[in-house]
């Protein structure tokens, strides 16, 4: 009998063995989802693209939808598309005139701060960037099945309406100075939202996040850790996600534009979408990708297209006169530039 | 201690170590691909089992995914740039393929780790 009693002993110490080690993997094989250190994360088709949040020291939810909800917001005033839109009322003489001035109309606190943002960076390009280049932009389809080229004659015609200097913006007043203008805030939007998103999410206490709003990328923090976050530089032409270069981020935006994101080749000859303003046409200028890295991603946005523009020598000139601002430049032979110092502040490695 | 003690305790542990070799063995192939349309989840795949699965989404789009060798891709798409049908293979926790047009997101829950949390373009 005492055999039976040390053996029911025994049998009670395995019996813990195995709800110890099973037990508790049970717990952890759960793919990980009720692991704290798991971040949140949703996506959403917005603002044309995919739109992704990801919050790396909350359990909070409602976080992710306010913020896809910032994105909604904004997307109803700056949408060129969208006819219920500010924007689109603006371009179409549908918002409320000043003072009985047909060519002027009041706009919102939001739709005016933007557009002086873009017109700061038409000015400091010299409307190599401008966003009055709406008559050209929608002229162009590039995501479409058969992409036409536009006839040389209807572009030479929307070029003559397009110049910022024509745009006049007086608080909350704008005046088009020519007809038929319109403005085009897709080469700033994304990045002016991306702010918007982050400044919600801050004062909401989070300190570790990442916006990515179809690539416009705008980080919170760093890693809860307190490791940079990795964000790849997207590879001209190649499949997509196969990196150039991977860098260590943490609190700033990376911004790229490229001629790879949308275009067709018609006889030869390759149309992207970003566009110069005084020709109506694709920019060639030997450069296939710009990124920049910057505080505001507004800034990162209105950059990457403008030194588009202004090519390789004048657009690293730019921005090594701005502070707190970094960039790479990949060109056709698909060498990658630096801007000055670039290495004293970000840590860089170039995929083969 | 009699020697039906000892059978007991090496049945029991014998027990205990196949359940954690059990679950280790779930845990490491447990690797999801989720196909999202429009944000709302609309199947969830093995990564480890070969198979296809199109993708019918509403307006009469679709996208085809094939699993194969531990790889997700969209081998075919009714979308006018099949940015889709032209993105890599992906296999490791995050990558995503997304398809704009059709609203369609097929995304790894995996176990292998990401080189980058996001890609600037």
Same mark, same amino acid.
């Given at each position: 009998?005492?055999?039976?009693?040390?053996?029911?002993?025994?049998?009670?110490?395995?019996?813990?063995?195995?709800?110890?080690?099973?037990?508790?993997?049970?717990?952890?094989?759960?793919?990980?989802?009720?692991?704290?250190?798991?971040? !949140?994360?949703?996506?959403?088709?917005?603002?044309?693209?995919?739109?992704?949040?990801?919050?790396?020291?909350?359990?909070?939810?409602?976080?992710?939808?306010?913020?896809?909800?910032?994105?909604?917001?904004?997307?109803?005033?700056?949408?060129?598309?969208?006819?219920?839109?500010?924007?689109?009322?603006?371009?179409?003489?549908?918002?409320?005139?000043?003072?009985?001035?047909?060519?002027?109309?009041?706009?919102?606190?939001?739709?005016?701060?933007?557009?002086?943002?873009?017109?700061?960076?038409?000015?400091?390009?010299?409307?190599?960037?401008?966003?009055?280049?709406?008559?050209?932009?929608?002229?162009?389809?590039?995501?479409?099945?058969?992409?036409?080229?536009?006839?040389?004659?209807?572009?030479?015609?929307?070029?003559?309406?397009?110049?910022?200097?024509?745009?006049?913006?007086?608080?909350?007043?704008?005046?088009?100075?020519?007809?038929?203008?319109?403005?085009?805030?897709?080469?700033?939007?994304?990045?002016? !939202?991306?702010?918007?998103?982050?400044?919600?999410?801050?004062?909401?206490?989070?300190?570790?996040?990442?916006?990515?709003?179809?690539?416009?990328?705008?980080?919170?923090?760093?890693?809860?850790?307190?490791?940079?976050?990795?964000?790849?530089?997207?590879?001209?032409?190649?499949?997509?996600?196969?990196?150039?270069?991977?860098?260590?981020?943490?609190?700033?935006?990376?911004?790229?534009?490229?001629?790879?994101?949308?275009?067709?080749?018609?006889?030869?000859?390759?149309?992207?979408?970003?566009?110069?303003?005084?020709?109506?046409?694709?920019?060639?200028?030997?450069?296939?990708?710009?990124?920049?890295?910057?505080?505001?991603?507004?800034?990162?946005?209105?950059?990457?297209?403008?030194?588009?523009?202004?090519?390789?020598?004048?657009?690293?000139?730019?921005?090594?006169?701005?502070?707190?601002?970094?960039?790479?430049?990949?060109?056709?032979?698909?060498?990658?530039?630096?801007?000055?110092?670039?290495?004293?502040?970000?840590?860089?490695?170039?995929?083969? | 201690?009699?020697?039906?003690?000892?059978?007991?305790?090496?049945?029991?542990?014998?027990?205990?170590?196949?359940?954690?070799?059990?679950?280790?063995?779930?845990?490491?192939?447990?690797?999801?691909?989720?196909?999202?349309?429009?944000?709302?989840?609309?199947?969830?795949?093995?990564?480890?089992?070969?198979?296809?699965?199109?993708?019918?989404?509403?307006?009469?789009?679709?996208?085809?995914?094939?699993?194969?060798?531990?790889?997700?891709?969209?081998?075919?798409?009714?979308?006018?740039?099949?940015?889709?049908?032209?993105?890599?293979?992906?296999?490791?926790?995050?990558?995503?393929?997304?398809?704009?047009?059709?609203?369609?997101?097929?995304?790894?829950?995996?176990?292998?780790?990401?080189?980058?949390?996001?890609?600037?373009?």
């Amino acid at each position: 009998m005492k055999g039976r009693k040390k053996s029911k002993k025994y049998l009670l110490f395995a019996g813990l063995f195995i709800i110890l080690t099973t037990g508790c993997n049970t717990i952890n094989s759960n793919d990980g989802k009720t692991d704290s250190n798991t971040p !949140i994360s949703k996506n959403a088709f917005k603002l044309n693209t995919i739109v992704t949040i990801t919050i790396y020291d909350s359990r909070d939810e409602s976080l992710l939808d306010g913020a896809l909800a910032v994105c909604d917001e904004y997307e109803q005033l700056y949408s060129r598309t969208l006819e219920t839109s500010e924007l689109y009322k603006l371009n179409n003489g549908l918002l409320e005139n000043v003072n009985n001035n047909k060519s002027s109309w009041y706009v919102s606190d939001k739709l005016a701060d933007i557009l002086d943002k873009g017109l700061y960076y038409s000015k400091l390009t010299g409307g190599a960037f401008d966003i009055t280049v709406e008559p050209v932009t929608s002229l162009w389809d590039f995501p479409a099945e058969n992409p036409v080229v536009p006839a040389p004659a209807v572009i030479k015609e929307a070029v003559t309406r397009v110049g910022y200097k024509n745009l006049s913006l007086e608080g909350n007043t704008v005046t088009f100075k020519k007809d038929q203008m319109g403005i085009d805030l897709g080469a700033i939007a994304k990045g002016y !939202i991306a702010d918007r998103i982050k400044e919600y999410l801050v004062e909401q206490g989070v300190k570790s996040a990442m916006i990515n709003l179809g690539g416009n990328v705008l980080c919170v923090g760093g890693k809860p850790a307190g490791d940079a976050f990795k964000v790849g530089i997207q590879k001209p032409f190649a499949d997509r996600n196969e990196v150039a270069a991977i860098m260590e981020i943490k609190d700033l935006s990376v911004v790229s534009s490229g001629v790879y994101e949308r275009y067709f080749i018609k006889d030869n000859t390759l149309y992207h979408h970003i566009l110069d303003p005084s020709t109506g046409y694709s920019y060639d200028n030997g450069i296939i990708s710009t990124t920049i890295i910057s505080k505001k991603s507004v800034d990162g946005d209105g950059l990457s297209t403008s030194c588009f523009a202004l090519g390789l020598e004048e657009g690293m000139e730019l921005i090594n006169s701005l502070e707190d601002t970094n960039a790479v430049f990949i060109t056709e032979d698909y060498v990658l530039h630096y801007s000055e110092g670039f290495f004293d502040h970000i840590q860089v490695t170039e995929t083969e | 201690m009699k020697r039906n003690d000892f059978i007991l305790i090496a049945i029991i542990l014998a027990i205990a170590a196949a359940g954690l070799i059990y679950l280790n063995f779930a845990k490491k192939s447990g690797d999801m691909v989720v196909v999202k349309v429009d944000g709302a989840v609309y199947k969830e795949l093995p990564l480890n089992k070969d198979t296809t699965l199109e993708i019918q989404v509403t307006g009469g789009g679709t996208n085809f995914l094939v699993i194969k060798d531990g790889h997700a891709i969209i081998e075919d798409a009714s979308c006018p740039d099949k940015i889709c049908v032209h993105h890599r293979q992906i296999e490791k926790d995050g990558e995503s393929i997304i398809c704009l047009p059709n609203k369609v997101v097929v995304e790894i829950e995996g176990s292998k780790q990401n080189e980058v949390d996001a890609v600037a373009d």
